[in-house]
């Protein structure tokens, strides 16, 4: 199977970047540019529910004037932030097919295939955003964090920064290993 995913992984990419591309434009693009202080992906543990999200301005102000505290925590998870495709309304998901593709791919692994399954959705994620870096693609949300994660998944902390270390600058990436509490040093 580990062919196969491979495979498989190389011929979705380009489907992929523009499917996450679009997903996150149509969230974001919900708010005038300056108010978006976060774009991401994030995915469940099986690797298959891949949702864009967006994050507002007003929203995060609300969260770190609440609980300052975890003002680095309001600013980087995903699962806290106050927008997302599935819950826009009059928007299609161009996420759908890649979903659905990525769970009849699932469904044909077996037991001890799911680990590399994850894996390769994971890292086709995370090349698809860098490669969206490259190209320019964020820049029209000059004040955002952009961030991907694999929300409930055991997988490490080293590995998430590692998906999300070209996404950001230099400052950013540092915060959000902090956010992971992983050693910034490294």
């Known amino acids: 199977m580990d062919l196969e995913l491979r495979a498989w992984a190389r011929d979705w990419s380009d489907r992929l970047r523009s499917a996450l591309e ?20 994030a995915t469940d543990a099986d690797a298959t ?39 826009a309304e009059g928007i299609d998901d161009p996420l759908e097919p890649v979903r659905a593709e990525a769970e009849r791919v699932k469904r044909r692994c077996t037991d001890s295939d799911l680990r590399e399954f994850r894996r390769t959705v994971w890292d086709s994620i995370s090349q698809a955003l860098t490669a969206s870096v490259a190209a320019g693609f964020f820049e029209q949300w000059p004040n955002a964090v952009r961030a991907f994660l694999p929300l409930d998944a055991d997988v490490s902390e080293a590995d ?21 509490q992983v050693d910034i040093r490294r």
Do not use: C, K, Y
């Open 22 to 41: 679009q997903a996150i434009a149509a969230v974001a693009g919900q708010l005038p540019p300056d108010d978006v202080a976060g774009v991401g992906i």
């Open 49 to 87: 529910s891949i949702v864009a999200f967006a994050h507002s301005r007003r929203h995060l102000d609300e969260m770190i004037a609440e609980d300052p505290e975890f003002a680095i925590d309001a600013r980087w998870h995903l699962g806290e932030w106050d927008m997302d495709i599935r819950g």
């Open 160 to 180: 998430i920064a590692r998906w999300n270390a070209a996404l950001n600058g230099q400052a950013e990436t540092a915060e959000f290993r902090e956010f992971l």
